[in-house]
């Protein structure tokens, strides 16, 4: 299985300021046949279901701000969010859809308003 | 465009339990479905996943032989059928649309709509 790993757990960031989240996968999620990284980004609010975010990587998915951004290839990814707004405030996850089965998520990083 | 999960409750270990999530606005049959659950407090574990033409079928090992993934395409349905409950299995369950029938990896596909998701909790 492929181990999805976050850092930090936890994150508190000013408004206004930069929040930057890792996820590294225990296995390359990229696949050279068509030049695509197979992971996936959400955001989770208290209550709500998971919103997609971002996806191959460092798609934007539409109606999504354009202050979210992800990046990386292979093992190492990386969601940022520029211009911290207080509706950002939730606990975002990461997701491989690589190898199947199974489907593996991060742990999550839940992130605060300082 | 929607997912609606029902059939949550209190069930007590060891008694089953058939969730559905009613799909909306959208070519059902067209798409892969997974079911994802989410303890309470915890992270998002995927469960199972079904393809379109409903020729493939794959779950994780923790739900493996106790819970049975279907779809009933006439009624737009995804169902979830959950038998020998432990309370392991007490969670928010969401179904989540994959990836198009059309693309060369449709298993292989990110979430792009998710339902409210339904509760399960199982204890005595």
């Known amino acids: 299985d492929i181990v999805m790993t976050q850092s930090p757990d936890s994150l508190t960031v000013s408004l206004g300021e930069r929040a930057t989240i890792s996820c590294k996968s225990s296995r390359s999620l990229f696949y050279s046949s068509n030049n695509k990284n197979y992971l996936a980004w959400y955001q989770q609010k208290p209550g709500q279901p998971p919103k997609l975010l971002i996806y191959w990587a460092s798609t934007r998915e539409a109606g999504v701000p354009d202050r979210f951004s992800g990046s990386g290839s292979g093992t190492d990814f990386t969601l940022t969010i520029n211009s911290l707004q207080a509706e950002d405030v939730a606990v975002y996850y990461c997701h491989q859809y690589f190898a199947i089965p199974p489907i593996t998520f991060g742990q999550g990083t839940r992130l605060e308003i300082k | 465009v929607q997912l609606v999960e029902s059939g949550g409750g209190v069930v007590q270990p060891g008694r089953s339990l058939r969730l559905s999530c009613a799909a909306s606005?959208?070519?059902?049959?067209?798409?892969?479905m997974h079911w994802v659950r989410q303890a309470p407090g915890k992270g998002l574990e995927w469960v199972a996943v079904i393809s379109g033409d409903d020729k493939i079928k794959y779950y994780a090992d923790s739900v493996r032989g106790r819970l049975t993934i279907s779809r009933e395409t006439p009624k737009n349905t995804l169902s979830l059928q959950m038998i020998g409950l432990r309370p392991a299995d007490t969670a928010v369950y969401y179904c989540a649309r994959g990836g198009p029938s059309s693309s060369d990896h449709p298993l292989a596909w990110y979430f792009d709509l998710w339902g409210r998701g339904t509760l399960v909790t199982v204890s005595s």
């Open positions: 606005g959208f070519n059902f049959t067209n798409f892969t």
